[in-house]
């Protein structure tokens, strides 16, 4: 079976909830937990991440918190899922060739590595904007995800 880890899920859930409301500013750790109920450790822990990574800025003070680094519609949930997991990956040979001891050999390596373009291309297309979006059962049949 095919799952994110908790941590990009979290992450996905959280961009989503900053894009909701763009002219609102900022939000500390503990709002957002609470606005997505969301434990506050992991909270932290992947707003330190995604900020890190150039996805969040973050502001210190009484009116400090966390906010997109740039407009929601310019941010691809791979992008998200990459900053907390690493690159998206099925299998070993899709992180980066020589991955992979059976690679020289593997007969399924191509079909593996256009299942990870199919994916990656698609979570690409997908931003967290979308996420938000009301009629976003729309965006996501012009973008071919269904």
Avoid at 91 to 114: K, Q
Wanted: aromatic share 4%.
């Amino acid at each position: 079976m095919l799952r994110l880890s908790k941590l990009a899920d979290y992450g996905v859930v959280l961009m989503a909830e900053l894009a909701r409301d763009p002219e609102c500013g900022s939000h500390n750790a503990r709002e957002l937990a609470e606005l997505t109920r969301l434990p506050f450790p992991m909270v932290g822990k992947v707003l330190k991440r995604l900020t890190r990574d150039g996805l969040l800025v973050s502001q210190r003070g009484i009116h400090g918190g966390y906010a997109l680094a740039r407009p929601a519609e310019q941010i691809p949930v791979s992008k998200v899922i990459s900053a907390l997991e690493g690159p998206v990956a099925l299998t070993a040979c899709g992180v980066a060739p020589g991955s992979c001891e059976h690679e020289p050999s593997c007969h399924v390596r191509t079909p593996w590595e256009y299942i990870n373009r199919a994916i990656t291309e698609t979570l690409d297309r997908v931003t967290v904007a979308d996420l938000v979006r009301p009629a976003s059962a729309i965006a996501f049949a012009e973008l071919g995800v269904r």
